[in-house]
């Protein structure tokens, strides 16, 4: 079954920390894998992606995210954490061909200043 | 700013009645998805339209139904509302070429609560 885990619901780490957000996923095929921040009555802005290549994805924001096919991970990243970063992040998996993205349950991340 | 508009922003119905949500695709983007978000959940794809055709569905009854017109736009049509479709609907456009498809972008989104 195609899945996605996003095993932590709620995330409190003060300005300046890093971050790590786990995302285990469950897909038969190539994932395409993403991750999206989604602020308070937003929609979903994309952060990253990865569909080939180099298993370490930079994107905005300062994230970056590892795709790790042994552990079927890919955790998201930050070095140093912003007030401004404080949303529900989602994590979600994908193939070339298919219609649907697959999307965890989301992680919300709160700022301690 | 992803280019993908939706409309109306918020819209309150009550249960039993009919609903039509609309969105508006990014610039030369060929494919609209759509997606449901309960409070406190992530996304379910409800489906996704290709070049005016369905091209693939969740699982969803079908009173949900969808559109996609000549100009990329698109609309969600939810009939016999019942209270557990209150919820924000996303939609999300995408290119597909050569038979792969590329990153989906979404709009904000309508939130509808159902009475």
């Known amino acids: 079954a195609q899945s996605v885990t996003q095993p932590d619901i709620h995330i409190t780490v003060s300005e300046g920390a890093s971050l790590e957000l786990r995302c285990n996923y469950s897909?038969?095929?190539?994932?395409?894998l993403f991750w999206y921040v989604q602020s308070p009555g937003q929609g979903l802005q994309l952060l990253l992606k990865y569909f080939s290549g180099d298993t370490l994805v930079q994107g905005i924001k300062g994230f970056e995210a590892e795709f790790k096919r042994s552990q079927s991970s890919f955790n998201l990243r930050k070095p140093s954490v912003h007030w401004s970063d404080a949303a529900e992040y989602f994590c979600a998996v994908g193939g070339s061909s298919a219609s649907k993205i697959i999307f965890g349950s989301g992680t919300r991340l709160s700022i301690r200043p | 700013e992803t280019g993908v508009t939706q409309s109306p922003t918020h819209l309150i119905k009550t249960r039993g009645q009919q609903v039509t949500l609309r969105c508006s695709s990014q610039?030369?983007?060929?494919?609209v998805s759509w997606y449901q978000q309960a409070l406190g959940q992530g996304p379910q794809f409800i489906f996704q339209y290709y070049r005016e055709e369905e091209n693939g569905r969740g699982n969803f009854p079908p009173r949900f139904s969808g559109l996609q017109f000549p100009n990329y736009s698109s609309e969600l049509n939810v009939n016999a509302l019942e209270l557990d479709d209150s919820a924000l609907y996303l939609c999300a456009s995408s290119l597909v070429a050569s038979g792969r498809i590329e990153t989906q972008y979404f709009g904000p989104g309508t939130r509808l609560l159902v009475l």
């Open positions: 897909y038969g095929a190539t994932p395409y």
């Open positions: 610039s030369g983007h060929n494919t």
